[in-house]
Nanobody, 118 residues
């Protein structure tokens, strides 16, 4: 499976942005797809993830602001980001794997840059 992330851009604080992670090739119906982000000088952290059964996981910092969803017919996972803050600025990556452990078996998409301005 290959992952293609898109939807990043420049947005003002308080605004919204929607990221997409489109999968191609075989094997999209894997157990877990998640979004991770890495800000300059910081480690890459989990933002949100969704399991094939529908369960979701969110970082505390984005709960109630971000929503992850998937469209199996389109082989795409979305991350709707609202009430964006300056600290949400980062490169966002989508990842597929058996679970949310980013250090386990993984397929990564290329990053998409989200910049939140004041």
């Amino acid at each position: 499976v290959q992952l293609q992330a898109s939807g990043g851009g420049l947005v003002q604080a308080g605004g919204s942005l929607k990221l997409s992670c489109a999968a191609s090739g075989s094997g999209f119906m894997i157990n877990y797809v998640g979004w991770y982000r890495q800000a300059p000088g910081k480690q890459r952290d989990l933002v949100a993830g969704i399991y094939s059964a529908g369960g979701t996981v969110y970082a505390d910092s984005v709960k109630d602001r971000f929503t992850i969803s998937r469209d199996n017919a389109k082989n795409t996972v979305f991350l709707q980001m609202s009430s964006l803050k300056l600290e949400d600025t980062a490169v966002y990556y989508c990842r597929a794997g058996p679970d949310s452990n980013q250090y386990g078996p993984s397929t990564w998409g290329q990053g998409t840059l989200v910049t939140v301005s004041s």
